[in-house]
C-alpha cells in the first residue's frame, strides 16, 4: 500500500543496535470488512485464515522482520462498521492499549456509510419481484439518505484523525474506497450513483490528510482498482 521508513532499537547480544527497516513492525488495523475479509475463502473458520490485504502485509512483514526485530499485527476492525461507529469506539478508549505501541494505524472506512442504506435498494414486497423500474424508484429515497452519510463522513474522518493522533505517535494510514460496481454490474444508473458516492467520500479522505492536528496518509486504493475489480476482488 504504501512504503514508510521506521527507525527503532532492536535488542541483540545486551546492547542496542539502530535499525532501519521500510516497513512498519507493528501494525494495528481498524476499520470494516474490507480489513477483516469478510466472504473471503476461510472466513468462516477466523479471520485469520482468509487472503485478507491485512493477513498479506502481516505474513509479508513478518517474513522480512523477523531476524531484525519484534514485529506483530493485530486485527480490531469489525464487519459492517461506519464511520461514526468506528469515532464511539476510539472516543470509548477501545483502542487505547493497543494505540499505545504501534508504529502503524491502517483504517478501512467508509463504505457502510454508503452501503448501511444499499440493502434499501433491493427491497420489494410485491410478488413478482423487483423490477429495474423498482430500482430506479428506491434509488431516489437511498440516495437522500447516502447523501446525508456522506456529508457526515467529511467530519467523521477528520475526526478519526485528529483522535488517533492524539491518543498515538503512530503513522495513521487510510485508504481510500474502491468501486466494486464499475466492473461486474452493468447497470449504467447503479454504477453511475455508486461512482459519485464513492468519490464523494474519497474526496473527503484527501481533503483532510493535512490536517494540521488530525493528518494522515493515504493509501490510494481506488486507482489502483479502476476496471480491474474483478480481479483484485
Known amino acids: 500500500i504504501c512504503t514508510i521508513s521506521f527507525s527503532f532499537n532492536a535488542f541483540a547480544k545486551k546492547t542496542y543496535e539502530p535499525v532501519e527497516v521500510n516497513v512498519p513492525p507493528k501494525i494495528l488495523f481498524l476499520g470494516d470488512s474490507i480489513a477483516t475479509g469478510f466472504g473471503l475463502e476461510g472466513y468462516e473458520n477466523g479471520r485469520q485464515n482468509c487472503h485478507s490485504y491485512a493477513n498479506q502485509l502481516t505474513d509479508k512483514y513478518m517474513n522480512e522482520l523477523k531476524e531484525k526485530c519484534e514485529t506483530y499485527s493485530e486485527n480490531l476492525a469489525i464487519d459492517g462498521q461506519t464511520s461514526s461507529q468506528l ?14 505501541n504501534v508504529d502503524a494505524v491502517v483504517i478501512s472506512i467508509g463504505g457502510n456509510d454508503i452501503l448501511s442504506v444499499y440493502s434499501n435498494l433491493f427491497h420489494n414486497n410485491s410478488e413478482d419481484g423487483f423490477f429495474l423500474t423498482e430500482i430506479a424508484k428506491n434509488i431516489v429515497n ?3 439518505n447516502v447523501d ?10 477528520a475526526k478519526i484523525g485528529q483522535m488517533l493522533n492524539e491518543k ?7 485508504q481510500t474506497l ?10 449504467p444508473f447503479l454504477n453511475d450513483f455508486f461512482e ?7 474526496d473527503s479522505i484527501f481533503l483532510h490528510k493535512n490536517d494540521e492536528n488530525g493528518g494522515y496518509l493515504v493509501a490510494d486504493v481506488y486507482s489502483q482498482f479502476i476496471d480491474k475489480g474483478s480481479d483484485y476482488t
Do not use: C, R
Not at 87 to 95: E, F
Not at 178 to 187: A, G, L, M, R, S
Open 196 to 202: 459519485k458516492k464513492i468519490t464523494a467520500i474519497n
Open 168 to 174: 498515538s505517535d503512530a503513522k495513521i494510514i487510510v
Open 148 to 157: 446525508k452519510n456522506v456529508e457526515a463522513f467529511d467530519g467523521n474522518i
Open 142 to 144: 437511498m440516495g437522500e
Open 178 to 187: 474502491y468501486n466494486p460496481f464499475n466492473e461486474d454490474y452493468k447497470i
Open 87 to 100: 469515532i464511539d469506539k476510539i472516543q470509548s478508549g477501545t483502542y487505547d492499549k493497543q494505540l499505545e
